[in-house]
């Protein structure tokens, strides 16, 4: 990725370490924005070279990362993310000139959100990931010590196989650099909503540390499609996967028995405001704070709220928070226009606004906040105001969210009780006393990450994904018992 690739028609996704591009199959995806057409072609490989791809990968590159110390990586990655990070840098530059072409995302929301994303694997950063699982991090190049006399070490996959879906931009550096940090030699696919971020930091990385440029490879296959690249399910030592229920079912069964596999499916996030929060003082940024979480990648992540518990009692009512989101929701939409909504996101909006228009005339516990329906219905925000507490349910894609007025904890926990399974983020105004007493009942209705309003689609560094550990999940640990090492001794030159 460079100043010169800028003149490339079209852009190509993909890297493919000891294939050549003349013999791929290249296939071109076509992406049409405000008028203008962007062609991105990506490899369309054959089971054998599929084959060929993972022996590579598999022995050579995990070879090579074995032998580059870890530190190594780390500054490597460090490296190339500060440059990214450098908005007129040739390569950042391409991308914010690019993406929203490809993806239909606001080019500034792209900026904004990408460069927070981005700060997250900074040294710091990856510093952080590392710690959050291993107190010795050394245990992912050699045995030390553990508390019980032995030796531990931690063995990452002989290859893993990362599917990424594209909701959410260059999304799969999350899962990629996580395997790199464990030293696991990786083969991601990309999705066709956008394949192209991760393709270019890795030929970025590559450049920076070329002594592991076979220990990385990206493809790409449609959805669904496993016949062709069946190869290289057969040699995933570990699968992580990111999509649709459906899409990770479809891709598990196509897995060998024995092979591991991490899926991220679909996930229900909400934000709740006490009455505490609601005051005149500040709820202004609280709003704005609130309406950037659904404004952020138009609702698309897992950790995006599709519904906001307010409660009773406070200077502000529910339904004035309700209508100040709206409000607010439309200065930053005015700022961010939202991506265009597709024929079956479109049917989505129209059914939704529908039924919450029919509950409306049924009772006067249901209000539609916003403009009558236009051709331009996908970039207008809605607020359906619920005057009670109701059970927590997906909201269609863009900016639909419902604010639901509630009086005590035990209403929230019994709205969202029946997604226990789905549950993910929840974006909080408490005070610190509200934050002790409610975390613990959020936990324990299955919530696994709960931070500030305006911070849910930012996640930390290390955060539990899902719940899980991000690096000692890709591992297996390896113990060298006490009594292996004190009975050796006795087969020692100076003891025989």
């Known amino acids: ?188 696919k990309v999705a066709s909503a956008e394949p192209l971020f991760v393709s270019w930091f890795v030929r970025l990385l590559i450049k920076a540390l070329p002594q592991i440029k076979d220990a990385l490879a990206i493809v790409w296959w449609r959805g669904g499609e496993h016949a062709q690249c069946q190869p290289l399910l057969n040699a995933a030592e570990l699968v992580v996967a990111y999509g649709s229920d ?94 265009l909504s597709d024929l079956s996101e479109k049917a989505m909006q129209a059914s939704w606004l529908q039924s919450h228009r029919f509950q409306s005339v049924q009772s006067n516990k249901v209000e539609v906040l916003g403009t009558h329906p236009s051709p331009d219905l996908q970039e207008q925000p809605w607020v359906v105001y619920h005057d009670g507490v109701v059970d927590l349910l997906p909201s269609p894609p863009k900016r639909m969210v419902q604010v639901v007025a509630f009086d005590t904890w035990s209403e929230v926990l019994r709205g969202i009780s029946h997604a226990k399974p789905f549950l993910q983020t929840v974006g909080v105004a408490l005070s610190t006393d509200e934050l002790a007493e409610v975390s613990p009942l959020l936990a324990q209705s299955g919530v696994t990450r709960i931070t500030a309003i305006g911070s849910m689609t930012a996640p930390e560094a290390g955060w539990h994904h899902d719940g899980r550990f991000g690096l000692s999940d890709l591992v297996n640990m390896v113990d060298l018992e006490l009594d292996a090492i004190s009975n050796g001794e006795h087969f020692d030159d100076y003891r025989i």
């Not at 040739?90 to 072409?101: C, G, T």
């Not at 529910?318 to 991506?339: G, H, I, M, N, V």
């Open 246 to 339: 459906q899409s990770l079912q479809s891709l598990k069964a196509s897995l060998p028995y024995a092979t591991r596999f991490l899926g991220y499916g679909h996930k229900l996030s909400f934000a709740l405001l006490s009455k505490r929060s609601m005051n005149r003082a500040q709820i202004d940024h609280w709003v704005a704070r609130a309406a950037w979480d659904v404004i952020a990648h138009d609702k698309g992540g897992c950790y995006s709220p599709h519904l906001f518990f307010v409660q009773m009692g406070g200077a502000i009512s529910p339904k004035e928070f309700a209508q100040r989101l709206l409000t607010e929701l439309r200065t930053q939409s005015a700022r961010f226009p939202s991506s």
């Open 1 to 188: 990725m460079g100043s010169h690739e800028k003149d490339l028609t079209p852009l190509r996704a993909g890297y493919l370490p000891g294939l050549s591009d003349e013999e791929v199959n290249w296939e071109t995806l076509e992406y049409k924005h405000q008028g203008q057409t962007i062609q991105v072609q990506v490899p369309s490989l054959s089971a054998n070279q599929y084959k060929t791809l993972a022996t590579r990968v598999q022995t050579v590159g995990r070879d090579q990362l074995q032998r580059t110390p870890l530190a190594d990586i780390v500054k490597a990655i460090d490296q190339v993310v500060v440059g990214l990070l450098d908005t007129k840098g040739a390569s950042m530059e391409l991308a914010l000139e690019i993406l929203p072409k490809v993806t239909g995302f606001d080019p500034e929301m792209m900026r904004l959100t990408l460069h927070a994303y981005l700060q997250t694997f900074k040294v710091v950063g990856l510093k952080r990931f590392l710690a959050q699982d291993f107190s010795n991090p050394q245990v992912l190049e050699e045995f030390v010590p553990n508390v019980r006399g032995g030796l531990t070490r931690a063995v990452p996959p002989s290859l893993l196989l990362h599917s990424w879906s594209g909701n959410v931009p260059a999304l799969g550096l999350w899962s990629l650099i996580s395997a790199l940090l464990v030293k696991a030699p990786s083969i991601g």
